[in-house]
Structure formats: structure tokens, C-alpha cells
Nanobody, 116 residues
Framework: QVQLVESGGGLVQPGGSLRLSCAAS????????MGWYRQAPGNQRELVAS???????TYADSVKGRFAISRDNAKNTVYLQMNSLKPEDTAVYYC??????????WGQGTQVTVSS
């Protein structure tokens, strides 16, 4: 069982920044991937960025150059630094964990609203 605890969402003006955090419970030594997805009303959930514990990150084209994902493997925590936010970034952001040992888990979601 893996539990994911997210934090850092909120309301921000266009052009502003937010930092999301997601901490995973447990001890993970095998290959795993942590990442962020988002879902806006009426839309499907989509990948924002993901990063394995060993390897390079993947980003959606819509956030490249504005968002940065990072991990602290010692703390089992993944971060998403979001800069130059746009109204179209408004969504519920979900943290995801995946490994062959534990399978797939989702966080509870955190609301990000970009509005003036």
C-alpha cells in the first residue's frame, strides 16, 4: 500500500508561480515513476510531467519551459514547480506513483486556479 499526500495548490494570478509537493509513504528501492497529472472540468486527465527515480523527466508540450519536476528520493517526494502560469493551467492536479512492486496509486488531488 502506498499513500500519497499532496500539498501546494491554490489561487494565483496569470504569470504567477506555484509549487506542488507529493510525499509517498513507504520504502522504495526498485524502479518507480512519480509524476503529476491534471484534469480540468469536462476534460480527460492528462500527463503534466513525470520522473523516474533513475532517469530523465517527461513533460507535456503545453508546460515545457514553464514547469519543472524534481524528486527527493531520500524523502520519497516529488515536486512540481509551475512558473508563468496561464488560465488554461487551471485544473485539479493529481500525483501518481507507479512501480512493478506496488502498482499504481493516485493522490487525492489539489486544485490549481489561475485567474485575475
Amino acid at each position: 500500500q502506498v499513500q500519497l499526500v499532496e500539498s501546494g495548490g491554490g489561487l494565483v494570478q496569470p504569470g504567477g508561480s506555484l509549487r506542488l509537493s507529493c510525499a509517498a509513504s513507504g520504502s522504495f528501492r526498485s524502479f518507480n515513476v512519480m509524476g503529476w497529472y491534471r484534469q480540468a472540468p469536462g476534460n480527460q486527465r492528462e500527463l503534466v510531467a513525470s520522473m523516474p527515480n533513475v532517469g530523465t523527466a517527461t513533460y507535456a508540450d503545453s508546460v515545457k519551459g514553464r514547469f519543472a519536476i524534481s524528486r527527493d528520493n531520500a524523502k520519497n517526494t516529488v515536486y512540481l514547480q509551475m512558473n508563468s502560469l496561464k488560465p488554461e493551467d487551471t485544473a485539479v492536479y493529481y500525483c501518481r506513483y507507479y512501480s512493478l512492486d506496488y502498482g499504481q496509486y493516485w493522490g487525492q488531488g489539489t486544485q490549481v486556479t489561475v485567474s485575475s
